[in-house]
């Protein structure tokens, strides 16, 4: 059985097709959207036209690597949060594009969120459908997002810490652009830091399980201000993520002893911050960045999940 996935979030178009007999993902289509240099992010009215014109072009990519006649369900994100009161218009044109698909077919249409396509993604990289049942820490890390989240499977059971400010792909986009990079700039943030040999000792400003991180912008600023390297600066911006991260996430296994740690979002698939946490946490899950970053997989997933095609797996 194939199940399809749409996700149309304000950073990028995404499709995924999932094979539940094989269990695994057989293939998928992403596309950014594009941000003039400078500039970070989009309107919302820009981001519905870009997904607009990229949704075409993607599932004719899709219908190239797989018999999309098979495809028995579809998933699509129709908001960020599975909480009442989130929206963006973004995700209404993965949610018509989804729609169409289904009624046409005659097959369900499951409807989800950005947020728990996330979460589906990164546990099912991290262990198949073991953690599915199971409780567990998961952070959400992104560009509009620093959740610590206690979670039941893929579906949030409350939200343990955030940021009170700055997100913490906002930090690192904010650096980037300001380098001279094209939003969104993680790649190229991670690309320079790679490059630092230099130790850093990162800071972080982190209560209990909350987090503020405005004070890491104005940090970065005025370490290049001072003359430092644009690599260096990289390198502490990144780092100081992946302590505050930690320190939330041991404050998280205070309270909620022995219970996994999975890291979800675009800024976790981050090697250097990888390395960091897992380096200090024993039991901090990781995933692949084709499962940690905005796409389609995670929705393809639960897709699978709603309409019980969902055997015992392994990655």
């Known amino acids: 059985m194939l199940t399809l996935g749409f996700d149309t979030s304000n950073y990028a ?3 995924a097709v999932f094979d539940t007999d094989a269990g695994e993902v057989v293939c998928d289509a992403k596309r950014f959207l594009p941000v003039r240099q400078g500039q970070l992010g989009l309107r919302q009215s820009d ?9 075409p072009d993607l599932m004719s990519q899709i219908a190239a690597q797989t018999d999309l006649t098979k495809v028995e369900a579809v998933g699509v994100s129709e908001k960020p949060r599975p909480l009442e009161g989130s929206y963006m218009p973004c995700f209404l044109t993965g949610v018509s594009a989804a729609s169409a698909f289904a009624l046409a077919r005659g097959i369900p249409l499951v409807r989800s969120t950005h947020q728990q396509g996330h979460i589906a993604a990164a546990l099912f990289a991290a262990a198949g459908p073991d953690l599915f049942d199971q409780k567990a820490l998961v952070f959400h890390v992104s560009g509009g997002t620093t959740d610590l989240l206690l979670c039941q499977g893929p579906n949030p059971v409350a939200c343990l810490g955030t940021s009170s400010d700055l997100y913490a792909g906002q930090a690192v986009d904010r650096l980037g652009v300001r380098l001279g990079y094209a939003f969104p700039a993680g790649a190229e943030v991670s690309r320079l830091a ?9 800071k972080a400003s982190v209560r209990g399980m ?5 004070g890491l912008e104005n940090q970065c600023v005025q370490l290049l201000e001072q003359g430092q390297s644009p690599e260096y600066v990289c390198k502490y911006c990144l780092l100081c993520v992946a302590e505050t991260l930690y320190r939330m996430a041991r404050g998280a296994l205070e309270k909620y002893p022995g219970l996994p740690v999975v890291f979800a979002g675009g800024v976790m698939s981050n090697e250097m911050v990888r390395e960091y946490i897992t380096a200090r946490l024993s039991n901090a899950c990781f995933v692949p960045g084709k499962f940690a970053s905005d796409n389609a997989i995670g929705i393809s ?4 999940r709603e309409v019980g095609a969902w055997p015992t797996l392994s990655v």
């Open 13 to 15: 178009t995404s499709l």
């Open 210 to 214: 909350q987090c503020s991180l405005s």
């Open 194 to 202: 790679a490059c630092c040999q230099e130790k850093i000792r990162p």
């Open 301 to 304: 997933i639960l897709a699978a």
């Open 47 to 55: 981001a519905v036209f870009h997904h607009t014109a990229a949704l």
